[in-house]
Every structure is written in structure tokens, then in C-alpha cells.
């Protein structure tokens, strides 16, 4: 699909944003906004502001100096997504669920497959394993006791498909 000039789909936009937090000291909204613009991206601040917390990025501290610049958290592996933001991520962004033994394969939009990865290595969903993302796929490892099928099943519930 060819989008308007300046127009992206959220996927995009978010990729886009994610690496310009890590590229950039961003210390407010506005500024991001220019920055996307920068990269032929039009958006408002509001936009950009649903799309900090959907990534999840806080403002962190710049050790030795003070002021406050926007980060991706890096949450501790023992901190747990809730089970409606993992409802809401899979359901936003996955768009194909297929196993294969003890496989599941999530497809996402491109840039998207992290996001979802991440969502669902932090959310404690019993019989996975873990997760290894691409850019638009992403790899589920059931446990042997659960299966590809039945992960793939409930993983497909939790999406809405």
C-alpha cells in the first residue's frame, strides 16, 4: 500500500519513533514531532504522545546533568505485562498465528515483531518459552507440555482472531 506523503501507518511511525529515541536526547513531545518530520513523518503531539506510552518509554534522568529525556524502558524479566495491554498488542499488531510442532509464528506488520516479543516474553503466558523477533515475524517456543498448537491457539484468543 503507498501512503500519502507525510502519512504512515502506526507500525511505521512507531518503529521510526523507537529509533529516534535511541539516536536522539529527546526531552519533550514537540521535539519529536520535528524529529518524525524529519523523517517525512507527519504527526501531532497528541499522536505522538499515545505512541510513548503504547511503546512503553518513560523520561529517564541523563546522569551528571539535569534534565529529563525520553527512554524505552528496559523492564526487569520479572516484571509482568498486564494481561490487557498483552490483549491489546496482540490484537493491534499480530495478523497471522501458524505453528509447527512445538512452533508458533506470529506475523506482524514490519518493524512491529519486537514489540509483540517483548510484550509476550514479559507477560509470564504459561507454556512459552520465549520468543526470538524479526522484523515482521516472530518466533514462539512452546513448552512440550503445551505444544504449538495449543499456544497458537490461546495466543489467537488473545489476539481476537
Known amino acids: ?33 520535528e524529529l518524525l518530520a524529519g523523517e517525512g513523518i507527519s504527526a501531532t503531539q497528541a499522536t505522538v504522545s ?5 511503546i ?7 546522569p551528571g546533568v539535569d534534565r529529563l529525556v525520553y527512554a524505552i524502558a528496559e523492564l526487569p524479566r520479572d516484571q509482568l505485562t498486564p494481561a490487557d495491554h498483552l490483549r491489546r498488542v496482540l490484537g493491534e499488531w499480530v495478523v497471522e498465528v ?3 510442532g512445538n512452533l508458533v509464528v ?10 509483540v516479543a517483548s510484550a509476550l516474553d514479559r507477560s509470564g503466558i504459561e507454556g512459552a518459552i520465549g520468543t526470538v523477533a524479526g522484523d515482521d515475524a516472530l ?13 497458537a491457539e490461546r495466543l489467537s484468543e488473545i489476539a481476537g482472531q
Open 139 to 151: 518466533l514462539v517456543i512452546a513448552t512440550e507440555e503445551t505444544g504449538g498448537r495449543a499456544l
Open 1 to 33: 500500500m503507498i501512503e500519502p506523503a507525510g502519512r504512515v501507518s502506526k507500525a511505521r511511525r512507531q518503529h521510526v519513533l523507537s529509533h529516534l529515541l535511541g539516536d536522539h536526547e529527546v526531552t519533550s513531545q514537540e521535539q519529536l514531532v
Open 106 to 115: 506470529l506475523k506482524t506488520p514490519p518493524g512491529s515483531a519486537h514489540v
Open 98 to 100: 501458524s505453528y509447527s
Open 56 to 62: 512503553g518509554a518513560v523520561k529517564v534522568r541523563v
Open 50 to 54: 499515545r505512541d510513548l506510552e503504547e
